[in-house]
């Protein structure tokens, strides 16, 4: 599936409280944030699910968690730390079927998750 609303928010369809955007991703704000900070990064070449970036250049998987950790230091959460989500699949409480990371912090997180 290719028309997520991940895809609609990166064609400029979906309005979304952007926190960051350059040539390889984009941050926004979780709609139903799940901690103070609660932000998703999805890089601008698609890829349905984090099992796909297997068969991807190891410079792009680069870019993209390097993004993801640069964008948590935007948000001041460096020095008390955060947490990166990437959801794969039905087993993996996967609900949009385009890759993104969760980037969740600014209180204490609980482990495990449920
Ligand atoms: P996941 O369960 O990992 O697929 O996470 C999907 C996330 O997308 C959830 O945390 C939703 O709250 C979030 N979400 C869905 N629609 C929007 C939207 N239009 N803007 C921002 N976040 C959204």
Do not use: C
């Not at 990166?10 to 991703?25: M, N, Q, R, T």
């Not at 990166?84 to 495990?112: F, K, S």
């Amino acid at each position: 599936m290719s028309n997520t609303i991940f895809d609609k928010i990166l064609a400029g369809d979906i309005p979304v409280d952007s926190v960051f955007e350059d040539e390889d991703v984009l941050a926004f704000n979780d709609v139903n944030p799940k901690a103070p900070v609660h932000v998703l990064v999805i890089p601008k070449k698609r890829a349905s699910r984090f099992s796909e970036l297997s068969g991807r250049p190891i410079e792009e998987i680069g870019r993209f968690f390097a993004a993801v950790s640069r964008i948590a230091a935007l948000l001041d959460l460096d020095e008390n730390g955060y947490r990166v989500v990437i959801n794969n699949g039905p087993d993996g409480g996967q609900e949009v079927e385009y890759l993104h990371a969760h980037i969740l912090g600014g209180r204490r997180l609980t482990w495990p998750p449920g």
